[in-house]
């Protein structure tokens, strides 16, 4: 294998992360709309937890972008 194919599957195996880190965002903020809508007043308490479970979920994606341009544009 060359070492140039082997740099584009190992970009592509560092992007996944990116796909999780959507399936992650969707499932934090479906399941805190399905929690507010059936306690309202409650809502703005768990704020805070879905802003930093968001923050924590997004920096995983952004994590596994990084290291995807680090190998094919660094290595």
Known sequence: MEAEAAKLIGAG????????????LGVIFGN????????PSASAGNQQ???LAFALTEFTGLLGFVVAMLILFVF
Do not use: D
Request: glycine residues 14%.
């Open 13 to 24: 195996i560092a992007a996944l992360p990116l796909a999780g880190a959507a399936v992650g």
């Open 32 to 39: 805190f709309l399905s929690g507010a809508f059936r306690n």
């Open 49 to 51: 937890t879905l802003l």
